[in-house]
């Protein structure tokens, strides 16, 4: 089964909003949790992570919640614009194991529209 | 200027031919990865190498083997090809565990 999941394929949200995106997991061992934004043709990169030992996280207009009893985590973005549209993915890792392996998510993609 | 480099962008073979994916990456990172991605599915983790000769299989390796002989260098291989392995490969690096991958622009493969 799916190990990291996002319920949501898409996501609409008017310019100035916020965007909440969401990401269940099903590995409790899991340390890691990090949200990765993708544009079209382009590769997936690092919007912002966080460890287990915290519950939240803020950079920016960006924020990350940590629920490890629910084995959920969200990315929250204020005052959401249109470059934010793009394909948005979760990803949880097991880093304490030493094992490296990053599972991701289906993807969220959210538009912005103005 | 740190970079994961992958190559061809673009690939079109038949099936049952044999493909090779090739990737570098400049950072000295001990940890590369393959993934392939698709519609629906989003990433998916083909295998894993934490460093020379040091290979795992990810959740998908049926059909794919690797090669890494330099620290730098990671290679993806379909022997005798599928209409199925129709997909976006992306290689990835990172400096240890899984922390911040850094991903190259992708190959699009496509297998008639």
């Known amino acids: 089964g799916q190990q990291v999941k996002q319920s949501s394929p898409s996501l609409t949200v008017q310019e100035g909003g916020i965007s909440i995106l969401n990401c269940d997991y099903e590995n409790d061992m899991f340390d890691y949790f990090a949200w990765y934004k993708k544009y079209p043709d382009n590769s997936p990169t690092l919007l912002i992570s966080?460890?287990?030992?915290?519950d939240k996280r803020e950079d920016g207009r960006l924020t990350v919640f940590l629920n490890k009893s629910g084995k959920h985590f969200s990315l929250h973005i204020t005052a959401s614009q249109p470059e934010d549209t793009a394909v948005y993915l979760c990803?949880?890792?097991?880093?304490?194991?030493?094992?490296?392996?990053?599972?991701f998510g289906e993807g969220t993609k959210l538009t912005v529209s103005s | 200027d740190m970079k994961v480099t992958q190559m061809p962008r673009y690939l079109i073979k038949r099936m049952g031919e044999n493909v090779l994916l090739e990737c570098g990456q400049d950072m000295s990172h001990e940890t590369m990865y393959w993934y392939r991605q698709d519609p629906g599915l989003g990433l998916q983790l083909i295998y894993i190498?934490?460093?020379?000769?040091?290979?795992s299989e990810g959740d998908i390796p049926k059909g794919y083997r690797v090669s890494r002989k330099k620290r730098e260098h990671f290679s993806l291989i379909l022997d005798s090809a599928k209409t199925n392995q129709t997909s976006v490969y992306f290689c990835a690096s990172s400096p240890g565990g899984a922390e911040t991958l850094y991903f190259g622009s992708g190959t699009r493969l496509t297998v008639l």
């Open positions: 190498s934490y460093d020379v000769d040091s290979n």
């Open positions: 990803a949880a890792g097991e880093n304490q194991g030493g094992s490296a392996k990053l599972i």
């Open positions: 966080v460890r287990s030992n915290v």
